[in-house]
């Protein structure tokens, strides 16, 4: 398969990138900022696995990186880039709000719109796998913005999946749900807020809560979640959630049940 990631520099991205190359698929490895290129490419090069690569800057906001997509050969599409906005509801700022849902949901969606509609449709074949997360379950007070937007990608892909049904069994739809992973993602979203008046006081403990809670519960590893999901991109089922790892996946399905 040829498989097209989005905001695959580190991390899950990165990682899942390796792993599918790995088991015999082209990856395309999309990185947010062109300099980017570099370092990406300088790793798969170590690893010698540039052969079943390709390496281009899309910012997925942006029209024009997303048109020179538009005539790509892809059979999987893995929306995995994303961003996250710390604060309280009431001190954030609208714009930083709009900004996230921006990249993590209208961005998007918008290559979905392009791929499945453009060109899964009329191939008659091809997968979208969504990069949502257990934030998008259980909302964490001062990360509501970061959580907002994986519910909102929980939401739309799985109404895409239910409307999809109605015309094709052809298009598989996935939704990956990762619970927490050292990746330095969720540092820069927590140092990413504004300082608060309402919580003036209790911004330091919170902070540092934020940060201990996270590296405690989170895993070094990403192991877990990249092996969903390879299953979700070589799944002809129609499962649609696939999430890891087993404890925070547990915790968020029995907060569902009785919240
Ligand atoms: N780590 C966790 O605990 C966790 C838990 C649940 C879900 N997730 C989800 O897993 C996915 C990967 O996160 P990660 O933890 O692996 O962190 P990561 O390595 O920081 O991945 C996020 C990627 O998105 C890129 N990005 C940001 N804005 C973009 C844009 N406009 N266009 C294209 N790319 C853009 C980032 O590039 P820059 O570095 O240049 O900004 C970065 O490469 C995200 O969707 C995240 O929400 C992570």
Redesign the pocket.
Same mark, same amino acid.
Request: net charge negative; charged share 10%; glycine share 14%.
């Given at each position: 398969m040829k498989v097209l990631i $989005?905001?695959? %520099? !580190? @991390? #899950? @991205? +990165? *990682?899942t990138g390796i792993k599918l190359i790995e088991r015999g698929h082209f990856v395309y490895f %999309?990185?947010?900022?062109e300099e /980017?290129i570099k370092t990406v490419v300088g790793h798969l090069k170590k690893l010698h696995l540039l052969d079943g690569a390709s390496v281009f800057q899309? *910012? =997925? $906001? /942006?029209e024009k990186?997303r048109k020179l997509i538009y005539d790509l050969e892809v059979d999987c599409l893995i929306?995995?880039?994303? &961003?996250?906005y710390g604060g309280s509801i009431l001190d954030i700022p609208i714009s930083s709000l709009e900004d996230n849902f921006q990249?993590?949901v209208f !961005?998007n969606i918008k290559l979905i719109q392009m791929y499945c509609g453009h060109l899964f449709l009329k191939k008659k074949t091809g997968k979208v796998v969504v #990069? !949502? !997360? &257990?934030?998008g379950i259980i909302p964490i007070p001062f990360l509501g913005s970061?959580c907002a937007t994986?519910a909102a990608l929980i939401s739309l892909t799985t109404c895409l999946k239910k409307e999809l049904k109605l015309i094709t069994d052809d298009i598989k739809i996935k939704l =990956?749900?990762? @619970? &927490? +992973?050292? %990746?330095? +993602?969720?540092d820069?979203m927590i140092e990413n807020r504004e300082e608060s008046s309402y919580f003036e006081d209790l911004e330091p403990t919170l902070t540092e809560l934020e940060k201990s809670l +996270?590296s405690l519960l989170?895993y070094n590893r %990403?192991n877990s &979640?990249v092996k969903k999901i390879i299953y979700a991109v070589e799944s002809d089922s129609n499962r649609l959630i696939y999430s890891a790892p087993f404890l925070q996946k547990t915790i968020a399905r029995i907060y569902s049940f009785f919240r």
């Open positions: $989005t905001g695959a %520099t !580190s @991390g #899950i @991205g +990165f *990682d %999309t990185v947010h900022r /980017q899309l *910012d =997925i $906001t /942006q990186d929306c995995n880039a994303a &961003i996250g990249v993590n !961005s #990069i !949502s !997360s &257990i934030a970061y994986k =990956i749900e990762p @619970g &927490i +992973f050292n %990746t330095g +993602f969720n820069v +996270f989170g %990403t &979640i």
